[in-house]
């Protein structure tokens, strides 16, 4: 297998994937008008008093567009597998690991990176201070690619089974709340003025330890799903 084929066979599943993103367009911005009506909701539940929201905004958000993401986490593989295509991935000569590690980087671009684009504006809905601006927008550089690494696995668990909804939020929830709590830790920090790096820093290892064998799991999840 030369390279030259592995590089032609990723560029063509991207390809393919935008184009498929591309047809469904309209759906891809409801995990963003889901965000931005969770955050919208909260100053009419808890009063607009900007000091209690500018409290709870770092917060708010990251809650808000993990339940967003959750949205779209069940459709990563599902009209691969209903129109046939995920078998022959799986049976395909390429290495399977990085041809899903290719999907979950276009999940990731299609879902996640809008709603990254949309999180100054949710922030300004709360009243989010200017200090934690930039530190919310680094958790979620580094949350949401991890977070699709990690729902790529429980998705390729559960992609076989025709109502898997439940299980998919039971399964990746738990998985979810280790990454909750150092962004909002580092956003928190931030806040109060003590340093956030740490946080931060423990994200970055986490994203560069899943994009190495999120992929791999994912590969041997859908592997057994599939059989």
């Not at 030259?4 to 591309?22: E, F, I, T, Y």
């Not at 299609?110 to 200017?130: R, Y």
């Amino acid at each position: 297998m030369s390279y030259g084929s592995l590089g032609g066979a990723c560029r063509a599943l991207v390809v393919r994937d935008l184009r498929l993103v591309w047809r469904r367009r309209g759906d891809a911005l409801n995990p963003v008008l889901f965000a931005v009506m969770v955050v919208a909701l909260f100053p009419f539940a808890l009063g607009p008093e900007p000091q209690m929201l500018e409290r709870i905004s770092a917060g708010v958000v990251l809650v808000a567009l993990l339940l967003a993401g959750l949205l779209t986490l069940d459709s990563l593989f599902r009209s691969d597998l209903e129109d046939g295509s995920l078998e022959q991935l799986v049976l395909s000569p390429q290495p399977l690991a990085l041809m899903l590690a290719c999907k979950i980087g276009v999940h990731w671009l299609t879902t996640a990176l809008p709603l990254l684009v949309a999180a100054p504006l949710l922030g300004e809905l709360l009243h989010i201070s200017p200090a934690v601006r930039p530190v919310l927008l680094s958790a979620l550089a580094l949350s949401t690619p991890l977070l699709s690494l990690i729902g790529a696995v429980c998705v390729g668990l559960t992609v076989g089974m025709r109502r898997s909804g439940m299980l998919l939020a039971l399964l990746v929830l738990p998985l979810y709340v280790p990454v909750l709590i150092f962004a909002a830790g580092a956003c928190n920090a931030a806040q109060m003025g003590l340093p956030y790096v740490a946080p931060l820093l423990w994200l970055g290892a986490g994203l560069a330890l899943s994009a190495v064998l999120a992929p791999l799991a994912c590969a041997a999840a859908l592997k057994i799903s599939l059989t």
